[in-house]
């Protein structure tokens, strides 16, 4: 009995499954990264609200103009310290979320890319004869597709390590510049 339709019909059920299931995934995980920036911002927020509250009260109690100068050279090096936590931080949420987001979508094509390998399988069993040509088409074209996916994964990837990699460069800039200022600001 020649039952493809039939089989096509579960593959597609099964596919769209699949597909609703990595929709919750992804929205899942992009939710969990949104609310952990929107606690770090939260947190700073709250910091830098009793930080300020605090030089404010300091630089209000200078004596003289060098005093209060004073202060403000020495508040500035624990701000910039704080910017690059908050940066570090950051870049380590967005990291941690796009690993997790490239993970789940890679689990989810690669069993799609079974299913379909399987089905393309089981139909080409059962395909009438002189279909051999239109199998080994569709197979070709499915390996093709694999392929091409194998590559976009690569570069993003890549292009994922040199967003972060320049991320930290920058980082690590800022850093150094806040150092010297701080520095020349002690003098």
């Known amino acids: 009995m020649f039952n493809t339709p039939e089989q096509f019909s579960s593959a597609a059920k099964a596919n769209f499954e699949a597909q609703v299931s990595l929709f919750n995934s992804l929205f899942g995980k992009a939710f969990e990264s949104v609310e952990k920036v929107v606690d770090l911002n939260l947190n700073v927020a709250k910091a830098s ?47 941690a979320a796009q690993a997790e987001l490239s993970r789940v979508t890679e689990e989810q094509i690669a069993e799609t890319g079974r299913k379909v390998s399987a ?27 694999n392929a091409g996916y194998e590559q976009f994964t690569k570069t993003a990837k890549q292009a994922a390590e040199v967003m972060e990699a320049n991320m ?14 701080a520095g020349r600001t002690r003098k």
């Open 49 to 95: 609200l009793e930080d300020t509250s605090i030089a404010a009260r300091q630089l209000l109690s200078a004596k003289d103009p060098q005093e209060f100068f004073s202060l403000t050279a020495a508040q500035a090096q624990p701000t910039a310290a704080k910017a690059i936590a908050y940066g570090r931080h950051l870049a380590g949420i967005v990291t």
């Open 119 to 145: 089905l393309v399988d089981d139909v080409s069993k059962n395909a009438p004869a002189g279909s051999e040509n239109v199998v080994a088409m569709f197979k070709t074209a499915l390996g093709n597709a």
């Open 168 to 181: 930290n460069s920058a980082v690590t800039q800022f850093s150094q510049v806040a150092e010297k200022t």
